[in-house]
């Protein structure tokens, strides 16, 4: 689980872009309590993370620790996901992204990459419902070459069905990759200038970033998602900057 206060601005931006399709009727609901009956720490709202990320991983190993097939390890995640969602709402968190398959989860065995090419797009058919009373806007992030294409309108569906929410949004990473995405960036750029858009002294960092994607969780679940923001809530955050916890030379006993 990843936190900060940074995040890329074509989130950013897709958040601000004007909204022309379904439109809510109905009132944003709060999301339902844990059923431990525990309660969000009370953090002041600068210390909050503006992003979160989180890599499903482990699921497959948490089922064989059982004695369990590594499937029934990805089913049980479902809820831990939706229940986070809830924690994060609760928190105040704004972005939350959420690694479900990634470019590398190919290499697994045939069976399992169609398991979870099915449960993704049921998940969301399950859980866009939810999400929505709850006022959560849904992104998609990753590449469209090799998903099934059912999965692809499942995505687009829920961007499209959630778009005018704006409590949290949740960032589905599927078939997305780090170096993936760079690789498609450079190959966008590249293009650009071979046609004469984009000229090569003009390439800056912002450039690279308006190519770039939108940009063991069975045991988590909101509680495990508050210790985490309460953690980084008490780090000593310096921004690149450093200080030497030695004194200066000279100055020791003054």
């Not at 210390?47 to 369990?68: E, K």
């Not at 090419?117 to 866009?128: A, C, E, P």
Request: glycine share 10%; charged share 25%.
């Amino acid at each position: 689980m990843a936190l900060g206060r940074s995040l890329g601005k074509n989130l950013e931006k897709s958040q601000a872009k004007q909204f022309n399709g379904r439109r809510r009727t109905t009132p944003v609901l709060a999301p339902y309590p844990h059923p431990s009956g525990a309660v969000p720490p009370a953090i002041p709202a600068e210390f909050i993370p503006r992003h979160v990320a989180i890599v499903m991983d482990g699921n497959g190993r948490w089922a064989n620790q059982r004695g369990l097939p590594r499937i029934e390890g990805h089913k049980a995640g479902e809820p831990a996901l939706l229940d986070v969602m809830a924690g994060a709402i609760e928190l105040g968190i704004e972005y939350v992204s959420v690694y479900a398959f990634s470019t590398e989860n190919w290499r697994r065995s045939p069976e399992e990459v169609r398991f979870l090419m099915g449960f993704n797009k049921d998940v969301l058919r399950r859980q866009r419902n939810q999400l929505d009373e709850w006022g959560v806007r849904i992104r998609w992030s990753g590449r469209r070459p090799k998903l099934w294409g059912s999965v692809i309108r499942e995505l687009e569906e829920a961007e499209d069905y959630t778009r005018g929410n704006s409590t949290c949004t949740l960032n589905m990473c599927v078939n997305y990759g780090g170096r993936a995405e760079i690789a498609d960036a450079v190959s966008a750029i590249a293009e650009e200038v071979a046609q004469g858009r984009l000229k090569p002294g003009a390439i800056t960092e912002r450039t690279i970033q308006k190519f770039l994607d939108e940009p063991d969780l069975p045991d988590v679940d909101r509680r495990t998602l508050w210790e985490a923001v309460e953690i980084y809530a008490q780090r000593d955050r310096r921004y690149g900057g450093a200080v030497d916890a030695a004194p200066a030379a000279g100055t020791q006993g003054t």
